[in-house]
């Protein structure tokens, strides 16, 4: 290996080129192989990433439904809980009163009195658990909102670019910024092709080249204002 007293130049060294500067510190270059290959193991992650991303945002809509059937299935359990607080167990209790529910011992009296005291106790418990479940739930509701807002655009496009604009330093070596805007977009279209992505389409269906579907939607863009300027 090159220690930091060997003279200032260039040192190849399989696909990887080591130059050495003045101040003994060693600058690495790679040769075009060996960037395209870069390039493309990064294109690879982003790519792959943002496909899950764009994955969970066209299942969001779904979810969301499931989520507000939840909440307003939730709100219909707490107002029906509350209303049936205001039954009175002692003027229900004879109408649903069981004999089998009392131990009979000879006195028809005594069995139907017992059979009823024990129907106002079951609903005394009932009404108390509906009690307690309205109150859950209305600390839940009180606490935990949906938040989603639907998105109105194509989501992979969307996540393609902050992913590859990720990927901007460890490809280039420097922040992403509004300077690399022509080389970003190249870098984009030719990932967007390695990757074998969808062609992208119009509103009305009709197939658009990646190079303009890229290029406007990175114009529409405020992604460099995310990723140093």
């Known amino acids: 290996m090159l220690d930091h007293h060997a003279p200032i130049g260039h040192y190849e060294l399989d696909d990887v080129i080591l130059t050495m500067t003045e101040n003994g510190g060693i600058a690495i270059q790679r040769s075009a192989a060996e960037n395209v290959a870069h390039a493309r193991g990064l294109a690879d992650v982003a790519g792959a990433m943002s496909i899950a991303r764009a994955r969970d945002e066209l299942t969001a809509p779904s979810r969301w439904r499931d989520a507000m059937t939840l909440h307003n299935n939730l709100l219909e359990i707490r107002e029906a809980a509350r209303r049936v607080q205001l039954s009175k167990p002692g003027e229900i209790a004879p109408l649903i009163a069981r004999i089998d529910d009392a131990a009979s011992n000879g006195d028809e009296v005594r069995t139907l009195k017992d059979s009823v005291q024990h129907a106002e106790g079951v609903l005394d418990e009932l009404l108390g658990e509906m009690r307690g479940a309205a109150e859950k739930v209305d600390r839940y509701l009180k606490r935990y909102r949906i938040n989603y807002t639907p998105s109105s655009s194509e989501p992979l496009t ?30 984009l279209v030719a990932a967007w092709r390695d990757l074998q992505f969808p062609d992208p389409t119009d509103p009305t269906g009709a197939i658009k080249p990646v190079e303009d579907h890229i290029r406007e939607r990175l114009a529409a863009s405020d992604i460099f204002d995310h990723f140093g300027g």
């Open 158 to 187: 969307n996540w393609f670019m902050i992913c590859c604009a990720g990927s901007w330093y460890p490809f280039s070596g420097q922040w992403l910024n509004k300077g690399d805007r022509a080389d970003f977009r190249r870098f």
